[in-house]
């Protein structure tokens, strides 16, 4: 099977700056797509971050500017570097992968456990 394990959430002041992790493990033949969600308390979960196996990104307009999500395929590893948080950006944030395994010709979605991010004003 696959395993999406993320890290380095935390609490930080408005204005601060974290970053995440989320390494893929497992029968990892490739990964395409990786991406970062978020859900807050009471709201739906929503997209904050994606990039393709080319490296293409995209982001939520809420975000642009600030985050910037980055992987390193050698390590089955994506990034998420949140610089100048705000409260708003308060939940919490599941790792997400296109995998396709180890003898198997279907590619899967994955999702992390997730990792709790909370900005305090």
């Known amino acids: 099977q696959v395993r999406l394990v993320e890290s380095g959430g935390g609490l930080v002041q408005a204005g601060g700056s974290l970053r995440l992790s989320c390494a893929a493990s497992?029968?990892?033949?490739?990964?395409?797509?990786m991406g970062w969600y978020r859900q807050a308390p009471g709201k739906q979960r929503e997209l904050v971050a994606v990039i393709t196996g080319g490296e293409n990104a995209n982001y939520a307009d809420s975000v642009k500017g600030r985050f910037t999500i980055s992987r390193d395929n050698a390590k089955n590893t994506v990034y998420l570097q949140m610089n100048n948080l705000k409260p708003e950006d308060t939940a919490v944030y599941y790792c997400n992968a296109d995998v396709k395994r180890i003898a198997s010709r279907l590619v899967d979605d994955y999702w992390g456990q997730g990792t709790q991010v909370t900005v305090s004003s």
């Open positions: 497992g029968l990892v033949f490739r990964i395409n797509a």
